[in-house]
């Protein structure tokens, strides 16, 4: 059984997506217990308010130190019987602790092909804008493992869409992000489902049994 907590900053879009999923039953053995954010007014705390799951502000600023954060932190997930993290749009770095104790346990969703256009100050629609600038005919959404470094944990899922002459950076953003509303539930599931193999830094993911 999943128990996931959610980290959100914003919208929290793919928070939703994933959370409909869970209602479809196309994800099983799933349950969102927690949402996370470093922004009060984050509209994904008020999604998980809406529906009844514990939402949680909580930020570095409110502590003394890091360590004091982190702390605070592991103890709430510990509370809620958290196993596993799903990052969607949080734009804070987890600190090396946090991802030592959820060692392949974390995942993030980018939205674009990593490893390219992906690390530091790469978020937003600066990500987009670099993609348009590159000249690249391809674009998407990547779902990654969180380690130590921004987007670089082994890849878990991607999904292209064509970058069109005429898209702007706005209209690209649009676009990925309707393929991160597809890609991110399915990730989900499939970690749902024991069906990704890691080891050390290598992915694989086995065939459905039906
Ligand atoms: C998404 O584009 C995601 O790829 C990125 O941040 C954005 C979050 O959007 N990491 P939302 O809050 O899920 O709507």
Same mark, same amino acid.
């Given at each position: 059984?999943?128990?996931?907590? !959610?980290?959100?900053?914003?919208?929290g879009?793919?928070f939703r997506?994933? /959370?409909?999923?869970? #209602?479809?039953?196309?994800?099983?053995?799933?349950?969102? !217990?927690?949402?996370?954010?470093?922004?009060?007014?984050?509209g994904a *705390?008020d999604t998980a308010?809406a529906?009844?799951?514990?939402? !949680?502000?909580?930020? =570095?600023?409110?502590? %003394?130190?890091? =360590?004091?954060?982190? =702390?605070?932190?592991?103890? @709430? *997930?510990?509370?809620?019987?958290?196993?596993?993290?799903?990052?969607?749009?949080? @734009?804070? +770095?987890?600190?090396?602790?946090?991802?030592?104790?959820?060692?392949?346990?974390?995942?993030?969703? #980018?939205?674009?092909?990593?490893?390219?256009?992906?690390? +530091?100050?790469?978020?937003?629609?600066?990500?987009?804008?670099?993609?348009?600038?590159?000249?690249?005919?391809?674009?998407?959404?990547? $779902? #990654?493992?969180?380690?130590?470094?921004?987007?670089?944990?082994? /890849?878990? /899922?991607?999904?292209? $869409?064509? $970058?069109?002459?005429?898209?702007?950076?706005?209209? /690209?953003?649009? +676009? $990925? *992000?309707?393929?991160?509303?597809?890609?991110?539930?399915?990730?989900?599931? *499939?970690?749902? %489902?024991?069906?990704?193999?890691?080891?050390?830094?290598?992915?694989?993911?086995?065939?459905?049994?039906?």
């Amino acid at each position: 059984m999943l128990r996931i907590a !959610v980290f959100a900053s914003g919208r929290g879009s793919n928070f939703r997506a994933i /959370l409909q999923a869970i #209602h479809a039953g196309s994800i099983r053995n799933t349950e969102i !217990v927690l949402v996370i954010s470093n922004k009060s007014d984050a509209g994904a *705390l008020d999604t998980a308010r809406a529906n009844n799951i514990p939402a !949680v502000y909580l930020d =570095q600023k409110q502590f %003394d130190s890091e =360590q004091d954060f982190t =702390q605070a932190l592991l103890t @709430l *997930l510990d509370r809620h019987g958290v196993n596993f993290i799903a990052l969607a749009g949080y @734009l804070k +770095k987890l600190s090396a602790e946090v991802v030592r104790r959820f060692k392949n346990r974390i995942v993030n969703i #980018h939205p674009a092909l990593l490893p390219d256009f992906g690390g +530091k100050g790469m978020y937003g629609i600066h990500v987009h804008e670099a993609v348009i600038k590159s000249g690249a005919r391809k674009t998407g959404a990547t $779902v #990654h493992l969180v380690d130590e470094e921004y987007d670089r944990g082994p /890849l878990i /899922l991607q999904q292209e $869409v064509d $970058v069109d002459p005429a898209d702007t950076p706005e209209r /690209l953003a649009e +676009k $990925v *992000l309707q393929i991160e509303h597809r890609v991110y539930p399915e990730a989900i599931r *499939l970690f749902a %489902d024991g069906r990704v193999k890691i080891n050390g830094r290598s992915v694989t993911i086995t065939e459905k049994v039906s």
